[in-house]
């Protein structure tokens, strides 16, 4: 059998929170074996209860037959325990434990020990590095990143991601194996964020920029990129949700990733909302007021302002995605696809581009930088041929 059409029959999923109780879910669904195991008993019963109640709820929207929902808990068998052993028969094991690289580092190593030599391991991490994890193991061939977004049963992207040691067959069986799944797999190269999480910083970070500068409030910047550029949420209302502290942590990272390349640099006025616990609707207040009762402040509709907004969000997206075209992180192709079914963009980027003209969108990059001095705003090279030749990216 052709290793991309290698059925894994029998699945491990190490770490039963949210992401390793939905990633379960998926595959158990979709008809594998599946051992769910996590430390704690609590994390155990919550992902159980999690589940159980997740499959009658898609029996219900008849999205699944009662026999099917019922076929798919009986392949899901549930341990508390810390001995790796458990995975000794799996054929591919998702890592979703807690983000830090050591204790991962650690994990794999150990999995190693216990799992067949033809085994696939794989991590869930969004942010951290597939070729530092596998750095620890004596084959570091068979370990990738499968990024599935939460909620994993819901969202349809994964992101497999690349080591520098991967084996570029286990790329194509896994791709295979989430399409099998009625996922959409994009390949993202091993660097700071992948696809969608490095592509997304300006969406966050040119918004706070704007905010901080005074030109808009919150209300008015989330207004023009759901008004004027048919984006599902605005960056402060999305970051509110996702809880400020994540999404602090996640650039963080990404700034660190790139060895403090400004384009990527934190904003103090969200770590002054972590510093505070004003995380967003976890903790009732963030950028906006949730408790009850409170009053969501009105935007300002200036269409000229509005517009102002939305064109320098925007080219600072573009730019971040053609640059990583540039860097070969992603296909054009696999990027657009990302960018739209993994945080649900209006378009593709490239396609958004090429639509709007690479010479506009670097004429608003080159204006920034005029005014600002910063190279924050630097454009991409790839971005600057696509201006000079009129070339595009599209196949």
Known sequence: MPVSDREFISLGVLGAGAMGGGIAQVAAVAGHEVVLQDIDEAAIARARAGIDKALTRETEKSRLTQSAADAARGRIRYVASADLATFALCELIIEAIV???????????????????????ATNTSALSITAIAGGCQRPERVLGLHFFNPAPVMPLVEVVRGQA????LVDAACALVQRWGKTAVVAADTPGFIVNRIARPFYGEA??????GIADCATIDWAMRTLGGFKMGPFELMDLIGNDVNFAVTSAIYEGFFFD????????????VDANLLGRKTGR????????AVRPAPREDQALGRAILDRVLAMLINEAVDAVFWGVATPADLDVAMVKGVNYPRGLIAWAEELGYRVVLQRLEGLQAEYGEDRYRP????????????TLRA
Do not use: H, N
């Open 286 to 293: 963030g950028y906006y007021d949730y408790r009850d009762g």
């Open 208 to 213: 706070l920029r704007i905010l901080d500068e």
């Open 99 to 121: 983000e830090r690289l050591g204790s991962k580092r650690e994990t794999f190593a150990a999995l190693e020990r216990v799992v067949a030599p033809e085994a696939m391991l």
């Open 262 to 273: 400004p384009r990527y640099k934190p904003s103090l006025t969200q770590r002054r909302l």
């Open 380 to 391: 991409s090279p790839l971005l600057r041929r696509l201006a000079a030749s009129g070339g």
């Open 166 to 169: 991967t084996s570029g067959v």
